[in-house]
């Protein structure tokens, strides 16, 4: 059933200012967890979960990382402009090559006070700094260890830094700007990590501190490309990680780089006005390989974050395009919002993703690159996903929608529960493992 005519409005809750979580807590483990199961409520803490899976259970990580992608300009009249860097224009073939280019690049931006700065006009900065890069800066945080490729920058004294912002016009919904900085051999990711600011959500109205350098990322984040964090992996720990492991709870990643639109509430008054954010995905062929066959074994696959559930339900519907169509070019497999409602598919799972591998593996690829927009909500049938570890999200969003959409109605009782029980919502908040009800899942074989 596609959920086109859904009300928004039946998406609403209150949310009072005193549970929203402004900063995180001190300890990431020690946030608080609501289990929900087959109409039950329980409470634990994140450093416990390892108790509530399944023995050989997998769960599933998003591992993009958070780039510094506000840049603030000072114009010499006085006014204030910042760039909020949202994705590259088609032209660079992706975020991990976009965020390679040194020297100079175009981007796709938001623009605060876009009415002071005139197509054409040049902005400029110089940033001369001896204190360590924000790159840096997030590796100081204790147990960030194996599981974080950043490599930690000494303190020392930087070459400067000039960097020049270019207005060329409107497109679509943002404005497309070119930016040029000295040294030119510093890439693009170097460039923010040296030039930006975390972009925290719009709804933590406190500027950004050092210590969000390193708690809005998650352990275990390796690439750039994100302009919000998968916020339910926040939780996670070296200590987890050990728990999960003595309990022969298995683990893999993909990657999913997360755009602005999963901060926008659903401005319309049905789903269908409402047009879902494409994002970036990348998932190596093991990975594929690995979630067949813990499905194969009959075994449950978590998801950890809306952002990696979309992902691997996104592979199904891939699976789907290319069993009917083999010779389908590598640029237009990617999932559009309404596929999973318009496509009738009854393709059993591990035949979906076996012609996703054998599709990879006829084009000489050993990681799928590609785009989705999928919309998960009430009607939604699920292939892949089976319980989903998360935080608790916005009313009238499609993040709640999703939620939503794995436990049905039982979503309003789960966070009336946790509003009188004093759980922290949203980013910085605490979070949820949520188990899907059984006769809204596909049969994997």
């Known amino acids: 059933m596609k959920p086109a005519h859904l009300s928004i409005a039946d998406y609403s809750y209150t949310l009072p200012e005193e549970n929203i979580a402004y900063y995180p807590l001190s300890q990431r483990d020690a946030s608080r967890l609501l289990i929900y199961r087959e109409g039950g409520i329980r409470e634990s803490t994140y450093r416990d979960i390892a108790d509530f899976f399944p023995e050989a259970s997998l769960l599933v ?25 949202l994705e590259p224009p088609a032209e660079y073939g992706g975020i991990a090559q976009a965020m390679s280019q040194t020297g100079s690049v175009r981007w796709r931006c938001l623009i605060g006070g876009a009415s002071k700065w005139k197509p054409g006009q040049v902005l400029q900065k110089t940033i001369d700094t001896d204190e360590p890069s924000a790159e840096g800066l997030a590796n100081t945080e204790s147990g960030a260890t194996a599981h974080n490729a950043t490599t930690q920058t000494p303190s020392h004294k930087a070459q400067p830094l000039t960097l020049e912002a270019r207005f060329l016009g409107k497109e679509g919904d943002a404005f497309l700007i070119e930016l040029a900085w000295q040294p030119a051999e510093l890439s693009f990711a170097g460039l923010l990590h040296r030039a930006g600011l975390i972009p925290l959500p719009p709804y933590i109205s406190r500027a950004a501190e ?132 318009d496509l009738d598919a009854q393709e059993p799972v591990l035949e979906a993703l076996t012609a996703l591998l054998d599709w990879m593996k006829q084009n000489g690829l050993e990681e799928l690159m590609s785009k989705t927009q999928l919309l998960i909500a009430p009607g939604y049938r699920w292939r892949i996903v089976r319980g989903l570890v998360t935080n608790f999200h916005q009313p009238e969003s499609t993040l709640l929608l999703l939620i939503a959409a794995l436990i049905g109605q039982e979503w309003r009782r789960v966070y009336d529960y946790a509003l009188e029980h004093g759980f922290r919502f949203l980013s910085y908040g605490d979070g949820c493992l949520l188990w899907g009800d059984e006769s809204n899942q596909f049969t994997a074989s």
């Not at 008054?269 to 970036?280: N, P």
């Open 61 to 85: 990580f998003n591992n993009t990382r958070v780039v510094e992608a506000r840049i603030v300009f000072q114009k010499p009249t006085g006014g204030r402009i910042e760039i909020f860097c």
């Open 210 to 341: 050092p210590s969000d350098n390193q708690r809005y990322k998650t352990i275990y984040a390796q690439h750039d490309g994100s302009v919000a964090a998968p916020t339910a992996g926040l939780h996670f720990t070296d200590a987890i990680f050990e728990s999960l492991d003595k309990r022969h709870i298995n683990r893999t990643f993909v990657t999913l780089h997360v755009g602005a639109g999963t901060f926008l509430p659903v401005k319309s008054a049905t789903l269908g006005e409402h047009i879902m954010h494409m994002e970036f995905i990348v998932v190596a062929a093991a990975v594929i390989y690995q979630l067949k066959e813990t499905l194969a074994a009959g075994r449950l696959i978590v998801p950890v974050g809306t952002t990696s559930t979309r992902t691997i339900e996104s592979l199904y519907w891939m699976g789907v395009k290319v069993l009917r169509n083999p010779s389908l070019q590598q640029e237009l497999l990617t999932v559009e919002q309404w596929d999973a409602y």
